[in-house]
């Protein structure tokens, strides 16, 4: 989002050609606590409002991360250590209880102001949680956490960041891992009251000539957001996106100029060039033959829990090559305040020729002494699809875009040592059906196949939020491993013992998709696409 054109400042101001190129997303959100040589430790708890579907309840808001103590001109400033947890009262616990829910997941989306002098950016913070159990009486606590883009700028100066408006996506299921009706709860919720000058997070200095920060709330300045600077009151603010568009900068001798901060996930140079693309990470090849108008290839990478095994697989970077609709009647009416579109697509793993995953690798201990290492893929057993839902609400012309990606995946088994002997398990070793998920729409799309759901939306027309299919960003689900067959070789059956080792419900997976390249040469983007139009982007797995 633009931030407002240059205005009147003082000499010192401009002579610095106050420009902000801020580009942030995941970050700290609170004073510093504490300094380590080096670092800037942000450790504190806020006071917010949140709207319940019970009513308004007051919350809390505790963010820890880790920021360097400064940089320079154009460095960028990245956060690490980063979690935000968010503890909702007893009457958040009675609104999932209603639903018979058993667990849930969340996700935050926490909006940000960035000041420096008279400039300022906004920026939204996400973060994920694992499953937590509901508890029978008192408060729910929630801890989110994300990968984190970088901060940076192109003027040297304090960059100050204040909390603003907090967004809790709920997910809970029943005792069987089934989706609740609703399978979603949106709570909105804001700085409170009493929080006050807390919502100042921290000061940053950027410059060799600026002074490093105290780990003490920072000075007051007028040059600060207030808290509501993002808001426009508790408790449903607009949340900013999480890529931003600097605000118009002005050059020494006070005319305009165009901003020069480079782009997330890129490092900044001198500001006297554009920055060079980044080397593409090594990745399997993804290319798509005979592409339509409407072909989209994309990595996607994960995480998927074996809650058998106390531990999580990290699945690897897949090539994804999909087929985007055309917009369609959407199969349900919508609301009379709101605006449907509805877009179904189609895709399919790719690997060798093979519509299936790379091999992965996974050590469990066993009955919790025993090492056991397999070696699995996924394989499609049918195609992927993928629908879109974007609503845009009449009220304020918002938009939101929920999709939801049904895929049927048969988990093979190729190899297993225990403790490091190997155990033949033949050349058939599979789940006797695909990995099932309950589906949010069952009537429609029966049938055994994972789920995974994602959350987004556009701001400003341009920038993405969440998940889209255009963007990426994360998808999550739950999954119950079927029981194996076919395992074992020489008369020896092993089925049993890998479906007592590994089969069973309540796996938590978590995919993050890479920005989509347009494959079509008329649409080949050189920010999104490689030149011979394999995607550029190449993500990191979230757990």
């Known amino acids: 989002m633009r931030g407002p054109g240059p205005t009147t400042r003082s000499p010192r101001v401009r002579a610095r050609g106050a420009t902000i190129a801020a580009f942030v997303a995941l970050a700290p959100l609170l004073p510093a606590s504490a300094v380590a040589v080096g670092t800037l430790k942000v450790d504190t708890a806020l006071s917010y409002v949140c709207a319940l579907p019970s009513g308004q309840r007051p919350a809390t808001v505790r963010i820890t991360a880790t920021f360097p103590e400064r940089a320079s001109v154009g460095e960028e400033m990245r956060p690490t250590d980063v979690t935000t947890t968010v503890e909702l009262p007893a009457g958040a616990v009675a609104d999932l209880t209603a639903l018979k829910a058993a667990t849930v997941r969340a996700e935050t989306r926490l909006a940000v102001d960035v000041a420096q002098g008279e400039q300022r950016a906004e920026a939204v913070w996400s973060g994920t949680s694992q499953p937590v159990a509901v508890p029978a009486e008192g408060p729910l606590v929630l801890t989110t956490a994300g990968d984190v883009p970088f901060l940076t700028t192109d003027a040297p100066g304090e960059l100050t960041l204040v909390a ?7 997910a809970p299921s029943t005792a069987d891992g ?41 000075p007051a300045s007028s040059a600060v957001p ?5 808001s426009s009151g508790p408790p449903t603010p607009s949340l900013p996106p999480d890529r931003t568009t600097p605000a118009g900068p002005e050059t020494t001798n006070g005319a305009s100029g165009a901003p020069k901060g480079p782009r997330v996930g890129r490092r900044a140079d001198d500001g006297t060039a554009s920055p060079a693309p980044a080397a593409r990470p090594a990745a399997p090849p993804c290319l798509t033959e005979n592409p339509t108008p409407t072909s989209l290839s994309a990595y996607v990478t994960g995480y998927s ?4 095994q106390k531990g999580a697989s990290l699945l ?29 697509s189609t895709a399919n793993l790719s690997y060798q020729g093979r519509k299936q995953t790379p091999p992965f690798t996974s050590t469990f201990l066993s009955f919790d002494f025993q090492p ?26 918002s938009n939101s875009t929920d999709t939801v990606v049904r895929a049927p995946l048969v988990l093979r088994v190729l190899d297993v040592e225990v403790n490091g002997v190997a155990l033949d398990v033949g050349p058939s070793c599979r789940t006797a059906e695909p990995l099932t998920s309950a589906d949010p729409d069952p009537s429609r799309h029966p049938g055994k196949h994972l789920v995974l759901q994602g959350k987004g939306r556009l701001v400003n027309g341009t920038d993405a939020v969440g998940y889209l299919l255009s963007s990426g960003g ?12 076919g395992c074992g070789a020489d008369g020896e059956n092993l089925d049993r013992l890998l479906t007592a080792s590994i089969s069973g419900p309540g796996n938590y997976v978590k995919q993050t998709q890479g920005q989509s390249c347009a494959v079509d040469p008329n649409a080949w983007n050189p920010a999104e696409c490689t030149e011979d139009s394999q995607p550029l982007v190449i993500p990191k797995p979230e757990r």
């Open 474 to 485: 994360p998808l999550t689900g739950e999954t119950t491993i079927p029981a194996f067959k």
């Open 226 to 230: 207030s808290p509501s600077a993002s």
């Open 305 to 308: 829990n074996v809650r058998k």
């Open 316 to 344: 690897p970077v897949s090539c994804m090559l999909i087929e985007q609709g055309l917009s369609g009647e959407p199969p349900y009416p919508p609301p009379t305040d709101e605006i449907h579109f509805f877009v179904p």
């Open 164 to 170: 603003g408006a907090l967004a809790v996506d709920l």
């Open 372 to 397: 056991v290492t397999a070696t699995m893929v996924l394989e499609q057993a049918g195609p992927i699809t993928i629908e879109a839902l974007l609503r845009i609400f009449m009220s304020d012309f």
């Open 178 to 218: 089934a989706a609740t009706a609703p399978a979603s709860l949106s709570v909105t919720c804001a700085p409170g009251p009493d929080a006050g000058e807390r919502t100042r997070l921290v000061t940053l200095p950027v410059g060799a000539d600026v002074p490093t920060a105290e780990p003490t709330s920072p």
